[in-house]
């Protein structure tokens, strides 16, 4: 299992998602997947041409 750090530019990113009152659960829950590693659900995955 890996060690998430938040930065400060997170926390910023976060709170400015608060503030347009987006959820906030998605992010954190992709963070903890990729701390996990376990694989992404399709519809978080990148542009399957993109890597």
């Given at each position: 299992?890996r060690?998430?750090v938040?930065?400060?530019?997170?926390?910023?990113?976060?709170?400015r998602?608060?503030?347009?009152?987006?959820?906030?659960?998605?992010?954190?829950?992709?963070i903890?997947?990729?701390?996990?590693?376990?694989?992404?659900?399709?519809?978080?995955?990148?542009?399957?041409?993109f890597?």
């Open positions: 299992m060690e998430i938040y930065t400060g530019q997170y926390k910023r990113d976060l709170k998602a608060r503030k347009r009152q987006m959820p906030e659960d998605d992010p954190n829950e992709v903890r997947l990729l701390a996990e590693n376990q694989p992404l659900p399709l519809e978080r995955r990148g542009h399957g041409t890597w």
